[in-house]
């Protein structure tokens, strides 16, 4: 089968990632408090400032995590990937903290790389990867 290439994209960066939250407080509250991201954008928008825009990420990342309101569904449901160079003391930090719903253990299944996962309190999942070798 051979195909015909299209214009090519015009997008080069993953720069927002959405997860869907019952309460932005809580969320955010979570998300600096226990993961230690940081605040990227709190924005209030609509015609009465009715909505909120609120981005978080952790320090340095060029990615953005948008938590915002269920608009068609309920909220949870979504995952993310982070990447750390040590996941043994990350999960270690994490399982220091407690409060927060995290597998017991790293795990390296054959041809991915050492992982774990937490939920937020809206079921919604993050992956904690081992970040790939730097050249």
Same mark, same amino acid.
């Given at each position: 089968?051979?195909?015909?290439?299209?214009?090519?994209?015009?997008?080069?960066?993953?720069?927002?990632?959405?997860?869907?939250? !019952?309460?932005?407080?809580?969320?955010?509250?979570?998300?600096? &408090?226990?993961?230690?991201?940081?605040?990227?954008?709190?924005?209030?928008?609509?015609?009465?400032?009715?909505?909120?825009?609120?981005?978080?990420?952790?320090?340095?990342?060029?990615?953005?995590? !948008?938590?915002?309101?269920?608009?068609?569904?309920?909220?949870?449901?979504?995952?993310?990937?982070?990447?750390?160079?040590?996941?043994?003391?990350?999960?270690?930090?994490?399982?220091?903290?407690?409060?927060?719903?995290? +597998?017991?253990?790293?795990?390296?299944?054959?041809?991915?790389?050492?992982?774990?996962?937490?939920? +937020?309190?809206?079921?919604?999942?993050?992956?904690?990867? &081992?970040?790939?070798?730097?050249?």
């Amino acid at each position: 089968m051979t195909t015909t290439p299209g214009t090519p994209t015009t997008v080069s960066n993953i720069g927002v990632a959405m997860f869907t939250v !019952a309460d932005q407080d809580a969320a955010l509250a979570f998300y600096t &408090e226990k993961l230690g991201f940081e605040v990227r954008g709190d924005t209030r928008f609509g015609e009465h400032g009715e909505m909120r825009w609120l981005e978080v990420a952790p320090p340095g990342s060029r990615t953005r995590l !948008a938590l915002n309101p269920p608009m068609f569904d309920e909220p949870g449901g979504s995952s993310i990937g982070v990447e750390t160079e040590d996941v043994m003391a990350e999960h270690a930090r994490l399982s220091a903290l407690g409060g927060i719903d995290l +597998d017991p253990a790293p795990e390296r299944t054959p041809g991915a790389p050492l992982m774990f996962m937490l939920r +937020d309190p809206d079921g919604n999942h993050v992956v904690v990867v &081992e970040a790939p070798p730097t050249a």
